[in-house]
């Protein structure tokens, strides 16, 4: 009888989880590391973090991640409020790529920002902007 409540929290809990990965705000649509067999992969000498837009009328943006070193390295996507939105720990490769939809962003300044422990590598801004335009046309007859 003792374990009612405990079970019911771990259910509750469980739903609370679900429901608040349900709004993902940007997402990893594919992680791949990628090192090819083909060749000799360059030699990595320095930390290095491109962000890419992969078509222009889409929000989704390709991430590459050059990592000379042995360590893990975490990935954050971050608002202009400093809320995280999504966070990931890369895996220990030399080249790590990966595409992020932000199609369901608000316009705002987004930040893609790479740590190790607590020391900043890298990290690139992407403004996410919506123009709009009017065009009127006349016609007299």
């Known amino acids: 009888m003792k374990r009612?409540?405990?079970?019911?929290?771990?259910?509750?809990?469980?739903?609370?989880?679900?429901?608040?990965?349900?709004?993902?705000?940007?997402?990893?649509?594919?992680?791949i590391s990628i090192v090819n067999n083909d060749e000799t992969p360059t030699p990595v000498t320095s930390f290095r973090l491109k962000v890419a837009q992969v078509k222009p009328e889409e929000l989704i943006f390709k991430i590459t991640v050059e990592n000379p070193g042995t360590e893990r390295v975490t990935l954050s996507i971050r608002d202009a409020?400093?809320?995280?939105?999504?966070?990931?720990?890369?895996?220990?490769?030399?080249?790590?790529?990966?595409?992020?939809?932000?199609?369901?962003?608000?316009?705002?300044?987004?930040?893609?920002?790479?740590?190790?422990?607590?020391?900043?590598?890298a990290e690139k801004t992407v403004d996410i902007r919506t123009e709009t335009s009017i065009s009127r046309t006349v016609s007299v007859q």
Do not use: C, W
């Open 4 to 31: 009612t409540p405990f079970i019911l929290a771990a259910i509750l809990i469980n739903l609370s989880f679900a429901k608040a990965q349900a709004n993902a705000y940007a997402y990893n649509e594919s992680k």
């Open 81 to 121: 409020n400093n809320y995280t939105l999504h966070q990931e720990s890369l895996p220990i490769t030399m080249l790590y790529v990966a595409r992020f939809n932000m199609q369901e962003l608000q316009d705002g300044t987004y930040t893609f920002e790479i740590r190790r422990g607590r020391n900043k590598l």
